[in-house]
């Protein structure tokens, strides 16, 4: 059987025996797992892998590509990824602008990566994740801030410095990040994982191998999607794999030198998940607008949380059929195709449901101008009874 098939099947096997788990686990107890996923078992394997790497300055610009790809999907989901949304909805064009941008690699992406690519991939996946960790933790506070700050009045506006340093602090705390400093730091010393006690090693290794089979279970347990406005979060998350997958032609018709395993990387790294941290900033300002009294929300956070239930899914089906299928996906020309495809596909449940509006008023139009007819028969018919029973009258 051939490797990526079988891997394929093993993934979806795990992910499988997470659906058949979800009615015994509640959802809050997904948060616990989440955290030890979070906090032990991908920090082991960033740190495992980013120990086996060569530091140079070279490697500076993966961090950098990762940051432009975020600002530049925010500038699409702007002008490309909202079209299809009314102009009033200006409270979910601002989620959008939030949510699609981002990228969650560590759940959707970085557990596929081992697998398929090995620790190398993995190490320059998490270096290129800084830049992401930059542009979702800083920037889109920001972002958000702004947009808050721009409804209320300016004795409120102060506070917001305090809650940026808070969110540097708690950047900083954060296991994956930590992990990545410190391997930064040994890796200028020339240190490697052989430089630790064997028991630590061990230890290191050991958590390691927890990492794949959680997040895939993971997977399967938190899979539970709401079917409202579904159609809508799946056109914008295919609109959203479409423009990343013409960003990623455009760079490998660019540097057609890469090696298929970093063209891979390049592909399946931007398809990652929507990060839960720009809805950790929406539920900052909402929290704050309950407590300023205002009416109009700036972020529609039941849109958001249904978003992040698809996103999810999609992203990890995406990602399994990219590794699937890497002998189509590594061909610029076939990336192409298939982000074109893609983003026009998005566009069907949007053109359909105009369609069918365009009929229903159209059939409105039609029934009321038949209506109308009818009452005019009816009217005359009066009018005429009228002068018949008048000259009738004026007979007698």
């Known amino acids: ?8 099947l093993e993934l979806i096997l795990i992910i499988g025996l997470g659906l058949l788990l979800q009615k015994k686990v509640a ?18 394997t960033i740190f495992i892998a980013l120990l086996k790497i060569k530091l140079e300055s070279s490697l500076l610009v993966f961090p950098l590509l990762a940051l432009s790809f975020n600002l530049t999907m925010l500038l699409a989901s702007k002008y490309a990824l909202s079209a299809s949304l009314p102009k009033t909805q200006n409270a979910k064009k601002r989620t959008l602008m939030m949510l699609l941008p981002s990228l969650a690699p560590g759940l959707s992406c970085f557990p596929f990566i081992v697998v398929y690519l090995g620790d190398d991939s993995l190490a320059l996946a998490a270096l290129a994740d800084v830049g992401n960790k930059i542009f979702g933790l800083i920037l889109l506070y920001m972002l958000a801030m702004h947009w808050y700050n721009l409804r209320v009045s300016k004795d409120l506006r102060a506070s917001t410095k305090s809650r940026l340093r808070s969110l540097l ?21 020339g240190w490697g994982l052989a430089s630790l006690p064997g028991f630590l090693q061990n230890t290191i290794n050991s958590m390691k191998v927890l990492m794949t089979p959680l997040v895939l279970l993971f997977i399967g347990m938190a899979v539970r999607i709401k079917f409202n406005e579904f159609g809508c979060i799946l056109s914008l998350l295919m609109r959203r794999a479409g423009i990343t997958f013409c960003l990623s032609a455009l760079f490998v018709y660019l540097f057609p030198a890469m090696t298929p395993a970093l063209i891979l990387l390049l592909v399946v790294f931007p398809q990652s998940a929507c990060s839960f941290w720009p809805f950790a900033h929406m539920s900052a300002v909402a929290s704050l607008e309950t407590k300023d009294g205002q009416q109009k929300p700036t ?5 958001a949380i249904n978003i992040l239930a698809c996103s999810l899914p999609f992203s990890t089906i995406l990602i399994i059929g990219i590794f699937s299928f890497s002998d189509v996906f590594v061909n610029p020309s076939n990336l192409l195709i298939s982000g074109i495809t893609l983003g026009l596909a998005s566009f069907i449940p949007y053109l359909s449901s105009k369609l069918g509006r365009g009929k229903s008023v159209k059939e409105l139009t039609e029934s009321s101008l038949l209506t109308k007819l009818h009452q005019t028969d009816k009217d005359e018919k009066i009018v005429k009874e009228v002068i018949k029973s008048k000259k009738a009258n004026e007979m007698a």
Request: glycine share 6%; net charge neutral.
């Open 27 to 44: 959802k809050q107890d997904l948060k616990g797992l989440k955290t030890v996923i979070l906090s032990v078992a991908l920090p082991a």
């Open 169 to 189: 602090l708690s950047m900083l705390n954060e296991p994956i990040n930590m992990v990545i400093v410190v391997g930064l730091i040994m890796l200028g010393f």
């Open 1 to 8: 059987m051939n490797f990526a098939l079988q891997k394929t």
């Open 299 to 303: 972020f529609d956070i039941d849109f």
